[in-house]
């Protein structure tokens, strides 16, 4: 309960202080309406890139299925996408920062690792290695013919 009431206070109250000081700062630099049309040009920007990346990601989806596998980290992937692509149209700097983060394939991979390795520890999925010793720590079978599956452990 306590991990929600920080993260609400995060997101409702520093997060804001933080951008409206980092706007502030930008506009004093370059200009307000220099700072408006640069808002703008990120936002619809990252509006195009989440789009080309959300056709990348349901393409894959789309292809797992078609090979009967489970398309668990194309599916996270596009949960990826889908919050890079709410930061990136909230209006500042640094939330589009981090939807940048998120919307870009290399950076969304490690925020992909990092967010299985923090379900599998908070729900307690243990994987088994897969044939041939290969370990990935995911509990789909990722699309390669491995034996796949997880225990969860209640």
Known sequence: MLDVLIVLL??????????????????????????IGLLVA???????????????????????????????????????????????????FVTDAMGLLLVFPPTRALARSVLITRLRNRIGIITPPRRGGRHDGWGGDG????????????
């Open 143 to 154: 699309g390669d013919g491995g034996d796949g599956g997880g225990v969860i452990d209640v």
């Open 10 to 35: 995060v997101v409702f109250i520093v997060l804001p202080l933080v951008e409206i000081s980092v706007i502030v700062r930008v506009a004093d630099a370059i200009g307000g309406w220099n700072t």
């Open 42 to 92: 990120v936002s619809i920007t990252g509006a195009y890139l989440v789009r080309h990346e959300g056709w990348v990601v349901f393409r894959r989806v789309t292809e797992q299925l078609d090979r009967g596998n489970l398309p668990a980290r194309e599916m996270l992937d596009g949960a990826l996408v889908l919050a890079g692509g709410v930061l990136m149209v909230t209006p500042g």
